[in-house]
């Protein structure tokens, strides 16, 4: 873990182990970086030919005779593009950069000292500071990390209650990472329902159904999907409710605890990563608990559609048809395609409780990975202001997302000859879309917008960046938080 303040200290007086300052692209240096570089002899830069100040570069100095231990650039990339988004990454960059450093401080904040800005440095330093080694027999003993934002001058209020809101978004960030990184067989829909239950503030009430409800409420989706498991599907459901709510927004997670692909099986290398395709479910629990500390002015509910897509003798078959909440019948042409049979449940369910917005965050397609690649999710929405809002959520919180269309002439390719819709669509390429349109399907006129999250919902070790690590990155969270926080009426 890590503790975070502010303080307006010189430099020059800093007992740490290393103090990270700024470069810009091109070696404009950035508040407080002339200084350290002085105390160490050096005022010719570039100290090194490589490093230029690019977004994602780093180099280390040791600075002996100095109080602090040792000096960290970063890269902050162009000046003119500097953002909290860019800050939260380079505080991630810092934080991974030096894993065995007790004692952090940065002017990283300096560069740009408004609240927002504080809590992404702050943000970037504990996210990136973050490790999974839970499931290890001798874990590298971690210890308590702490880090200075050195600030110009006091007062420091505003700061020290930004580094509040973001040690309780980045707490619920680290539990989505959690959830996501546990093993697939310890974690199957019961024992989900059973953590986020656990994880809770006192503000957020849950209610975990069962396959009996989800019999009775016909969801035939999730109880489809979940046939072929030996462990059956929950839907979660949590409410928080502030008095005299603005709105009711629904958040839909799809929480598929494996994806074998079912029937329609996976090849081994596409399924050694799908214990994140409940990455959903965990962004939505993370949000959830995050707002239940934060508060917001609207009502949410937040909907966890859990189910193990598995193969066994009672599995669904490719050409079963099933019936879900809101009575459409959909023809299973391809068992892989079990996301959106989850969620079209919970979107369903999601609108009978009255839902003036509905967003869903979902691992949902390939597609959107061919797309967009590992860090951007795809957007998609049947309300361009929804989609804005999203969209600039996002940008607040750090995370990237580009919105893709739904064209209505696709629609038609999720016709069946034998149900109301198909799960696959015609093949024909724009997977992503086909995806969302089925969504669509099931919110009626209900403003909604669907993140598909399949890549940045978990990375490679090559495709590590800033605050954003290996494995489960609880992509979706801060997003989530920042949207609900802007609901204003
Ligand atoms: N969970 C996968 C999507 C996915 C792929 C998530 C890669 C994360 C990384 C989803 O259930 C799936 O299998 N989708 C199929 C859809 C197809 C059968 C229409 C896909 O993308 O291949
Ligand atoms: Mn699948
Ligand atoms: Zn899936």
Redesign the pocket.
Known sequence: MITIHAASADLADLDVDVVAVGVFKGGIEGPGTAQVLAALGLDDFPITPGFRGDVGQTLRLAAPGQPFGSVLLVGLGRMDGVSPASLRRAAGDVARAVPKARRIATTLAEVHPTRAAIEAVADGLALGSHVAQRFRSAPEEVGEREATLLLPSSPLGDAEEAIRRSRTTCAAVAFARDLVNTPPGQARPAEIAEAVTDHLPAEVRVTVHDEAWLAEHGCGGLLGVGRGSAAPPRLVERTYEPENPLAHVVLVG?G?TF?T?GL?L?PGT?MM??K??M?GAAAVAGALAAIGELGCRAKVTGLLALAE?AIGGDAQRPSDVLTTFDGTTVEVV?T?????LVMADALGYGRSLGADVLVDVA???????VALGPWTAALMANDDGLARDVADAAADAGEDVWRLPLPVELDAWLESPVADID???R?KGA?AL??GLFLQRFVGDVPWAHLD???P??LGAQDVRGHQPEGGTGFGVTTLVSFLQRQSG
């Open positions: 799809k598929i994806d692909g329609n996976k596409s990563t799908m994140c395709d990455g897509n391809n892989d395609a079990e996301g959106r691992t949902l397609t390939g597609a959107a990975v799960n696959l669509g093949d997977g086909l995806a999250i399949a890549g919902a978990f």
